[in-house]
């Protein structure tokens, strides 16, 4: 296997890009000793208290939404309590990149943590529906601008070759963080008040805004005026992004639950949306755009543009597998949601060694292609074995049928963003490193959406099986089924209607997981494709730590 370059062609002293025909000044990139100091890692330990706030609170929620829901009086209004986190932790990650490139990242990071810690206090100090919305919203921007930043970050501290190891740390306290979320969460309602699901970020992010203010400092542009940096900014793209996500979200949330899919109120904001992304891709690669928040000149080779695609893909797979593994052990198993967050903690452990044999085997040898081929085949059997779950599968069943796919995906996932960034250059690190946490914050939004449409789709065909009981029929037709899936529902029936409900479930979650073996052997089949690009073992940087000596010699890893 080969190791090839396809990455832009770059004059030494320039920096000129040459991709897609576009030349684009930039300044000389300053060559780094790769040094672990204290501060290092102190500013590594600000990054993962960072994680550890984004992906507590994207499940934290799930548990104790119901009790939030009835002390609030939500109505139909709840499915936005986590939709609106979603969205928002999207649309910003590509503004992000752009804004820390412009004013620093020590700057950024410090407003997007105050801004999640903000929104922290206004959802759990929320006295009616709007202001948990709002508060959720604010949160969403600062989880969005944190998992851009913290790739950013260690782009500028950490050779290409050498950063899958962080990575994957922060990958796996993002996995525990959304392991341990629905337990948490279970646990906070019971005891507590549901208002401290969203109090309990609040010492976290001070002790992430206290680590960053005092350890984050780099260089940047200080002489450059505010307004010229702001006249920079990409406004009409990221405007449309912004527009086109929500269009494509409102559908996706509406869809199944308060409108059919053949529905215009469905379809028209769908294709609005997704005519508005095809929208933002020709208005980045046009002329009109001086300094696109996303160029397409990262894309500009087959390697980068397969690794996209196949992070949309593996990104819907892991909320694919983390919302719909835990309908099984509620809707067949019955189990109560605590329960269920604790039946898929092997999902996280064992992906731990996964992403340690990616981590390790690409700062080792740098070689990234094999991890994806098999990653992927893995994925891929994995998914397609939940299929055999049924209400009799023993403990060691489900914990064994864990195991591939946690591996598959800790393998991938841990190697997809320095695979990506080694076919640009280092100038364009932060871009890239945004728009891969956009386009992976963008495919979590289709992992629930899709299979939650399959789920409603043969549980509403499968329904015409419950004879017993017309009421226990009707609630799982005209896409109510996804809402039904739980413990509480399925024992408020007796037998047999109980068994004939747990029997829709269990053979609508195998057509979910049946279904879903197709994304991955998609991506199984794209890798084949990727070129190995030479991870470069040399850290370049405009953005180094202030006090390091700008002659210092670049230590190869």
């Not at 969005?144 to 290409?160: E, H, N």
């Amino acid at each position: 296997m080969d190791i090839a370059s396809e990455a832009p062609e770059a004059t030494a002293n320039t920096g000129t890009h040459r991709s897609l025909d576009v030349k684009i000044e930039s300044k000389p990139q300053t060559q780094y000793a790769y040094n672990q100091d204290y501060r290092f890692w102190c500013i590594i330990t600000a990054l993962y208290t960072m994680q550890v706030l984004c992906s507590l609170e994207n499940t934290v929620v799930v548990t104790s939404l119901p009790t939030i829901v009835k002390q609030l009086d939500l109505g139909s209004s709840y499915i936005w309590v986590t939709n609106v986190f979603f969205l928002t932790t999207s649309v910003v990650q590509p503004l992000t990149g752009q804004l820390a490139g412009l004013f620093g990242r020590r700057h950024v990071a410090l407003a997007v943590v105050a801004l999640y810690t903000l929104g922290s206090g206004l959802a759990g100090g929320a006295n009616g529906p709007a202001m948990l919305i709002a508060g959720r919203a604010v949160q969403g921007t600062g989880s969005g601008g944190m998992t851009a930043i913290m790739g950013i970050v260690i782009s500028d501290l950490v050779p290409l070759r050498l950063r899958s190891s962080y990575q994957a740390i922060l990958a796996m306290t993002y996995a525990i963080g959304m392991a341990i979320g629905p337990i948490v969460g279970g646990a906070i309602v019971e005891d507590t008040t549901w208002r401290w699901v969203f109090y309990i970020n609040l010492p976290v992010g001070s002790v992430s805004l206290i680590l960053l203010w005092l350890f984050l400092r780099v260089k940047w542009d200080k002489e450059s005026k505010i307004w010229n940096k702001l006249k920079r900014i990409d406004v009409a793209g990221n405007g449309l992004l912004v527009a086109s996500t929500v269009s494509v979200l409102i559908a996706l949330t509406w869809a199944g639950s308060v409108y059919p899919w053949s529905s215009y109120h469905i379809l028209a904001p769908l294709i609005i949306g997704l005519v508005g992304l095809i929208g933002f891709v020709c208005l980045e690669g046009s002329s009109w755009v001086p300094e696109p928040v996303m160029p397409l000149r990262l894309f500009a080779n087959r390697t980068s543009a397969v690794i996209f695609a196949n992070t949309f893909i593996v990104s819907m797979l892991n909320y694919w597998i983390f919302f719909f593994l835990p309908l099984y052990f509620q809707a067949v198993q019955l189990s109560t949601p605590t329960r269920s967050g604790v039946q898929i903690l092997p999902i996280t452990l064992i992906a731990v060694p996964g992403a340690a044999v990616g981590a390790v085997a690409l700062s080792k040898w740098g070689r990234y292609k094999l991890l994806h081929i098999i990653g992927f085949a893995f994925l891929t059997a994995g998914i397609g074995t939940f299929s055999v779950l049924d209400r009799n599968s023993s403990t060691a069943k489900w914990v064994c049928l864990q195991i591939l796919p946690s591996v598959g995906a800790g393998m991938i996932l841990d190697t997809l963003l320095p695979a990506f960034q080694a076919g640009v250059e280092e100038i364009d690190s932060a871009a890239a490193a945004a728009s891969w946490s956009f386009i992976r914050s963008f495919g979590n939004i289709w992992g629930v959406a899709i299979p939650a449409a399959i789920f409603n789709i043969y549980s509403s065909q499968y329904a015409a099986d419950i004879v017993t009981d017309p009421t226990a029929r009707l609630s799982l037709q005209n896409g109510g089924a996804y809402s039904s899936a739980t413990r509480d529902f399925v024992e408020s029936f007796s037998e047999p209607t109980r068994g004939q409900i747990i029997d829709v479930f269990t053979r609508s979650l195998s057509k979910v997981f049946l279904i879903g073996i197709t994304f991955p052997a998609i991506s199984f089949i794209l890798s084949f494709v990727e070129r190995e690009v030479k991870l470069r073992t040399v850290l370049e940087t405009e953005f180094g730590l202030e006090d390091r000596n700008s002659t210092k010699y670049s230590r190869k890893a």
